[in-house]
């Protein structure tokens, strides 16, 4: 990837948290109120008997709507699959959910790792204990390390629906 492309790229990521996390929710937020308000509640005498100000709905709407989303939202979380869902898309469209992330892990860990398992290997060869099948696991282990290392994937991601 160019230099100037990866900025751009972050650019649109921060612009996209911003404006659909922040902006739009503070808009929307405001936008409904005032459409409810106007549309519905002046319109209707009974209502605009117990909200003939909009400040008084507003406020009323409020203390009523943030702990409704509140539960909305924990029960989103906890108690429906969705939230797995998202999760579950998440981990699957992470590049570094099958190779090593940039940083601690390439520099230290993984190697760290790699020659944890070279000298274990040793040990365990001076004393005559490895096995072939001990051999085998530990060959492959080592692959996937050294391939780590190399910033390349391991394992079968899993395909995208």
Request: positive net charge.
């Amino acid at each position: 990837m160019r230099f100037g492309s990866r900025y751009i790229t972050r650019f649109w990521y921060y612009f996209r948290i911003g404006y659909s996390t922040y902006l739009t929710f503070i808009l929307g937020y405001v936008s409904t109120l005032i459409t409810v308000y106007y549309l519905a509640i002046k319109n209707l005498p009974y209502l605009l008997n117990i909200f003939p100000k909009f400040e008084e709905f507003s406020v009323l709407a409020t203390v009523i709507g943030a702990p409704t989303s509140v539960i909305i939202g924990w029960l989103h979380l906890k108690r429906t699959q969705a939230y797995t869902a998202e999760a579950d898309i998440t981990i699957e469209s992470n590049p570094y959910t099958y190779k090593a992330a940039p940083g601690k892990e390439v520099e230290a860990f993984v190697p760290s790792y790699l020659e944890l398992l070279r000298l274990v290997r040793k040990l365990v060869d001076a004393q005559n204990l490895m096995t072939k099948e001990d051999q085998l696991r530990i060959n492959t282990l080592e692959k996937k390390l050294e391939t780590l290392t190399e910033g390349k994937m391991v394992g079968t991601p899993r395909k995208r629906i």
